[in-house]
């Protein structure tokens, strides 16, 4: 079974919306770390933001919060009043309490429509 | 500048023919680790290491080997490259589990072509 399930392969959305973008994770540890990580085209992996499964508040970044929900097992990002520039790949991926694997997500690609 | 460098950035080489990838951090992680990043697949581990002399398999450590005999170094070997091993290489570092920001700080990106 997958441990990170992004289920949206592709989302298109007008700019200056808000965006969530859905992330689903198993495990049956207490205790784990969740990341969304940014690719634009050029390619680098950019970090954006970072969700511990005993953090009681959301985790907030600028424009960016993960809205976590640990009964669901979803960590979803949502990037508010969205620009041009957030058309990029998006990954979300976990590191395990008992392990130090990250395992990532196949990503969802966002394209910010002017 | 704290980063993580990786080179080469593109590299082309034929089946059975050696290559190393190097990786450095000037960030004194604890944590490194390797992936390999193909289309509709997202990113898989192959290797990572917690400390110096310390590596373990990640998804997919058929075909690599790793080393990590300095905390800062951390480069992938392919012993006897493949055509199915060409794919967009990340190498990847942080202070590991337990510390206040985990987060991973990526190298730029090898892209290896084997014919």
């Known amino acids: 079974a997958q441990k990170i399930t992004q289920t949206q392969p592709g989302m298109f959305v007008q700019e200056k919306e808000a965006v969530t973008l859905d992330c689903t994770y198993d495990?049956?540890?207490?205790?784990?770390?969740l990341f969304w990580y940014k690719q634009p085209s050029s390619g680098e992996m950019i970090f954006l933001i970072y969700?511990?499964?005993?953090?009681?508040q959301n985790a907030t970044e600028g424009r960016y919060s993960l809205n976590f929900q640990k009964a669901r097992k979803s960590a979803n990002l949502v990037i508010s009043a969205s620009q041009l520039g957030d058309s990029a790949m998006y990954f979300c991926?976990?590191?395990?309490?008992?392990?130090?694997?990250?395992?990532f997500g196949k990503g969802t690609r966002l394209h910010i429509l002017p | 500048e704290a980063q993580v460098t990786q080179n080469p950035r593109y590299l082309i080489t034929v089946t059975g023919k050696k290559l190393t990838v190097t990786c450095s951090q000037n960030?004194?992680?604890?944590?490194m680790s390797w992936y390999r990043q193909d289309p509709g697949l997202g990113l898989r581990q192959i290797y990572y290491s917690m400390n110096v002399e310390v590596t373990d398999k990640g998804d997919v450590p058929e075909g690599y080997k790793v080393s990590r005999k300095e905390k800062r170094n951390f480069p992938l070997i392919l012993e006897s490259p493949s055509p199915n091993q060409t794919s967009l290489y990340f190498c990847?570092?942080?202070f590991g589990q337990g510390a206040v920001n985990e987060k991973l700080f990526f190298g730029s990106g090898t892209q290896l072509s084997v014919l």
């Open positions: 960030m004194n992680h604890e944590y």
């Open positions: 991926a976990m590191r395990e309490g008992g392990d130090d694997k990250i395992i």
């Open positions: 969700q511990g499964s005993y953090d009681e």
């Open positions: 495990t049956s540890d207490q205790s784990y770390g």
């Open positions: 990847a570092s942080s």
